[in-house]
C-alpha cells in the first residue's frame, strides 16, 4: 500500500512530505497505523550524515506508537484495536546467540533497523514518519492503558535506551546515579532511575532547567559549566549515564565515579571519545556503552512505566514543524521530547 510519510530527500537537507510502499501484510506481520512518532536525535545524527553514508530518502522515526488495524493470519500476540509500539528495531536472525538470550539488538547476523536498514526482502526498512508500518508481529510491543499514546511513544527509544543500563549497573536504593544531558534520554533516565529508588543527580549545561529536572525526580542537579561541580562531585557516584549527543571530556566525568563505578555512554556522537587510562585505573572504573534493548526487555520497561504512572514529558507537532522541531533539538531546546502526530501526515 502506498502512504504518506515524511522524509529525508538527501544529507542535510531539510524533510519534506512524501509517499512510501508498505509491503502487503505477510502470515507473521502486524499492519500499525501510526498516532505518533517521537523525534529522537538519532534521527537527526542519521539525516545529516553524522553516521556515515545512508540510502536516501531516508523516513526517519523508530518511536512509533498507533493502532493495529490488521494482522497476517499466524499472529497471535497482537490482535485489531490493540495499541501497540514499534521501537529501532524490526528484526533480527532469531538465531544467534544474543537473540536466544533476549539480545536482539546485538543480533550477531546484524539486526534489522527500523529506518535506513536492509530488510530481509532487500528492500530498505522506513521509519515511523509516516502514516502506517507493517513490522513482523515479534517486533511488535504491547502499550499498557495508562500511559497515553503520545507520552508512549518516546519510551520505545529514549525509556529503553535508559533503562537497559539503569537496570544492568543497578539503580535502586542506596545507589547514586548521575545523568549527563537533560534532552529525550535523559529526562527518561531520571523519571527511571528515580522510580527505580535511585539517588539521581542531573548533570547539565547549565541551570535553565533544574526546576524541571527536580520535578522529573532528580535529587540534585549541578552546571558541567561551572568547575566547582567537578571538585564538589568527585568520586560520588556509582553510576553514570551519558546521554550527551556532543563529544564530551570523558575523564572529567570519570573523576566523579566512586571505586568500582561505571560511566555507560549511550550518547552517539559523529566525533570519537577519547580517555586516559589512568583516569579508569585510579579508581578500578569502567566505561561502558549500551544500544536501545531487547524486545521483552522493552516490554518489561513499557509495563513498569504504566505501574508507575511514567511517560515521556512531550510537544506533540505537525508534521510540517519537523525541520523547526530538529533546529530546535540541535539547540538543546526541548523539553522533552517532540512527537510528530501522525494524523497531521496524511
Ligand atoms: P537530545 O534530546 O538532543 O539530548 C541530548 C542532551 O545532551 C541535550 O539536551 C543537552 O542537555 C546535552 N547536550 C547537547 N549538546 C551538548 C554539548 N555540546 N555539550 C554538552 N551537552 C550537550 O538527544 P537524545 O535524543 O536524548 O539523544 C542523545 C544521544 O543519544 C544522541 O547522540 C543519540 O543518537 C543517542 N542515542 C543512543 C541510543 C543508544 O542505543 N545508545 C539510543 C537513542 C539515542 P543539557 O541541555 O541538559 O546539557
Ligand atoms: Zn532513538
Redesign the pocket.
Known sequence: MRVHAYAAPAAGRPLAPTTIERRDVGPDDVLIEVEYAGI???DI?TVNGDWGPQPFPVVPGHEIVGVVTEVGPRVTRHRVGDRVGVG?MVDSCGECANCRNGDEQYCLDGLVPTYAGTDRDGSTTQGGYSTHVVVDADFVLRVPDGIGPAAAAPLL??GI?TWSPLRRWGAGPGRRVAVV??????HMAVKLAHAMGAEVTVL???LK?QEDGLRLGADSYFA?TDPDTFTQLAGRFHLIVN????T?DVDAYLSLLAVDGTLVN????AEPLSLNAMSLIGGRRSYA????GGIAETQEMLDFCAEHGIGAEVEVVPADRVNEAYER?LA?D?R??FVIDAATLR
Do not use: D, F, N, W
Not at 243 to 246: F, K, L, M
Not at 266 to 269: E, K, L, Q, S, T
Not at 289 to 292: E, K, V, Y
Open positions: 529522537c536525535h538519532s545524527h529501532c527509544c529514549a535506551t544531558g537533560l534532552g529525550g534520554l535523559g547539565s549545561q547549565s532547567k558541567t546521554t550527551v549527543s556532543a564530551i549511550v550518547g552517539a556522537p556503552g549500551s544500544m536501545i533539538v538543546s526541548v522533552y521530547r
